[in-house]
């Protein structure tokens, strides 16, 4: 067995190398290499699914070392095959992220969503005689991790079952803070368990993402407010509990009340090219579009499946306003106006402004998250978005220097721009 862990640990060791080099790290920090040697990935992988399209299986050595020591994310399942709400990250990706939360011996750290508890146990190699705790909502898991803790030795790890909701107060304040899964309103507990200066690592749902995508923000903690140090583009699973519905919202179109009555014929139309004719530039540039609609326009939509209407459920979005009965909906190629003309004459509004402003994608703005009640009012080039107890507060980086557009991984390139089209009504 050691003779083969050390072979599936070297071979590991060796692509988490080659994936911090990939993004733009010299290797994998020797603290780090370690921590992840000191703390075996399959001493926290019970019931998985060796392969994506094959059976659930309990863990054995002999078959699945090569399977658990893979840049791959594990699913956890429960002892009657149900998958679990909970998942054992892509390596590469969630070790990378720790090492931008620049965790160091004596800090006292929090987890919410400790989940299987290697990535604790992770941590608390690297905290050395700090300390490290981690929540997690689901019994089976915690008290699992638990166990494989105690089973290596790891004294200064504990899980708590229970809500992350509500952090850990026993243990504040926390020099480090890390979610493992996007939340649409900040718990307004880690505002008072966060130490002044401390870091949080959050992946924040988008209003104008798709599925999981998430802005994953390394903050820190000045005063009564977090400030992003910087930020990368991810994918988590959702954050539940009171106050984060928001975050999974989509809405079809066929089930707004006053669809049926004006959803038969657009009552406008107009080209949007946004790189129409390149696919891969559409996507991007569209995706950038509607990442700014839902930071900007407190109508914004993404829409489901459609019913009957199978050419907008290519993944549309847009603005309702059911107050006018008026929807606005973006989809390849073209902006549509159905009822009344406010949702669309907003739209185009917004859409000139983005371009006006060199089409940006998030990597153009700086964040701030504050409690609600400290929200700055709006202003040009300052949008927030209230979403609960806590507000999402962006500002454009710099007007000096336009940003790249449309950046968010999926834009290479500047799209092409209408800015000088408008709204006009559908021909007969």
Request: net charge neutral.
């Amino acid at each position: 067995m050691d003779l083969e862990f050390e072979d599936h640990i070297g071979r590991f060791l060796a692509m988490l190398d080659a994936a911090f080099r990939r993004r733009g790290e010299n290797g994998l920090p020797e603290r780090l290499r370690q921590a992840v040697r000191e703390a075996p990935r399959h001493r926290f992988v019970h019931r998985f699914q060796a392969d994506r399209a094959g059976p659930v299986e309990d863990f054995e050595a002999e078959r699945h070392l090569a399977a658990v020591y893979s840049d791959r994310v594990l699913t956890h399942f429960g002892p009657d095959d149900a998958a679990l709400d909970s998942t054992n990250s892509q390596p590469s990706y969630v070790l990378w992220l720790l090492h931008r939360l620049g965790l160091e011996p004596g800090h006292r750290v929090i987890e919410v969503g400790s989940g299987s508890g290697w990535l604790a146990a992770v941590m608390g190699w690297l905290a050395g005689d700090g300390r490290v705790v981690g929540v997690e909502i689901l019994g089976e898991l915690a008290r699992r991790s638990r166990d494989d803790l105690a089973a290596l030795g790891i004294a200064n790890v504990a899980i708590v079952e229970g809500d992350g909701a509500a952090g850990h107060a026993a243990g504040a304040p926390y020099d480090r803070a890390m979610v493992t899964a996007a939340v649409w309103d900040l718990p307004a507990a880690l505002f008072d368990q966060v130490a002044e200066g401390g870091r949080l690592l959050l992946p924040i749902a988008l209003a104008g993402g798709a599925g999981r995508d998430c802005h994953v923000a390394v903050l820190r903690r000045e005063g009564d407010r977090f400030r992003a140090l910087e930020a990368v583009p991810g994918r988590f699973v959702r954050f539940t509990g009171p106050g984060q519905e928001r975050g999974a919202e989509r809405r079809r179109l066929d089930e707004l009340p006053f669809w049926p009555g004006i959803g038969a014929t657009p009552t406008s139309r107009r080209p949007l090219s946004l790189g129409a004719r390149d696919p891969a530039r559409f996507a991007g540039a569209a995706y950038a579009f509607r990442l700014f609609l839902g930071q900007t326009e407190p109508g914004f939509a993404a829409f489901d499946g459609t019913g009957e209407e199978e050419g907008l459920s290519a993944s549309p979005f847009g603005l309702v306003d059911a107050v006018v009965q008026s929807v606005a909906i973006c989809r390849p190629g073209m902006m549509l106006g159905y009822g009344s003309p406010e949702a669309a004459r907003r739209l185009d509004a917004a859409y000139r402004r983005w371009t006006a402003l060199g089409m940006p994608g998030l990597a153009a703005f700086e964040l701030e998250l504050v409690r609600a009640e400290q929200a700055p009012r709006p202003r040009p080039g300052l949008w927030v978005e209230t979403r609960g107890a806590s507000a999402l507060v962006w500002r454009l980086a710099s007007a000096a220097s336009p940003p790249r557009p449309g950046r968010q991984d999926a834009v290479r390139d500047r799209p092409s721009a209408d800015p000088g089209a408008r709204i006009t009504p559908p021909g007969p």
